[in-house]
């Protein structure tokens, strides 16, 4: 049968008519019809399985087509009618055409491998650890000049920035804040004195009363003390009010105003330590030889030396803005306070109540009855 088909393909010729036209056989239909199946069912072009019924018969055969490809192809092209494959047959070797490309393209090292999630992830971290290095070491540099620069003025060999009248106004600020400490401590221990004395008197008058319902032939001068006590326990707690508004008024002034103002002065000297720091740096560049490497230096220092110039300056101006509005505001307050503690001492050592009250409302100081703070029932519930 393969021997049958091979020779009937090699020795097969096919008549034209004048007019071009090519007379089809039933035995030329037929090897059409293998020729056909052999494209489309063969996984690719050089072995292919074609099933053949062959001319009447039943019989089936399996014909390499590496071993008929001289005989089925002439050495003219053919003039009949050209065969079409099927789609399947053309994707399958469209796949293998782009299979083949890309094996190629890897062999020639053309191919782009895909990012690394790992990979990114750790140029990142990399990345983070950098500038971390590079922020510790700017930090290590910096410590350096200025702990340097500390050191020499400390000693006396190097020479610092210094601004007489600001410097004079800040001392000033410092021996003002420790006076006002000072008063402020012994306003706090007067108003602990004297709460501890209306406490007695409180309790006093008590006993004064207690014993004046007990004591019938003494009832009207236990009386007379036991009224005494309970006004002098209304005057002292009245005073106490005003005590407590001078202390909390002082405790304010100190130690939000003045330590507000001190910590910006803080933040200005170290500015200054950090100026001083990079001009004497540059300085010692501007008398060394002058190379490749010296200008290098010498222009990073003196960059540095105007940014910290900047930062001095405004610094400085802070400083003297917030100590002139501190002068003010000290002068305001102290007056406003000193004013309300003499006028209340007074009242109540005199024993007049009316001026000691009238005094409490001059200045908008407001009592605070006692157990105010503790909710009521009602609210506990």
Known sequence: MTDRLMSKAATMEIPIHGNGDSRRLPEDDGLEQDLQQVMVSGPNLNETSIVSGGYGGTAEGIIPTSSIQGALLPSHPPQGPLITPSPSAASRIARQAAAAATATTSGSGLHQPHPNPALAGEEATRGIAVEKFDIVKKWGINTYKCTKQLLSERFGRGSRTVDLELETQIELLRDTKRKYECVLGLARALTGHFYSLVQTQHALADAFSDLSQKSPELQEEFGYNAETQKLLCKNGETLLGAVNFFVSSINTLVNKTMEDTLMTVKHYEAARLEY????????????????????????????????????????????????????????????????????????????????????????????????ADKPSWLEEQ
């Open 276 to 371: 001083d720091a990079y001009r004497t740096d540059l300085e010692e560049l501007n008398l060394g030889p002058r190379d490749a490497g010296t200008l290098c230096r010498l222009d990073a220092a003196q960059a540095n030396f105007q940014a910290h110039r900047v930062k001095y300056e405004k610094l400085r101006a802070d400083v003297a803005v917030k100590l002139k509005f501190l002068e003010e505001n000290k002068v305001k307050v102290m007056h406003k306070q000193l004013l309300l503690f003499h006028n209340a001492i007074s009242a109540y050592f005199a024993g007049n109540q009316q001026q000691l009250e009238q005094s409490l409302k001059q200045f908008s100081v407001k009592l605070k009855s006692p157990g």
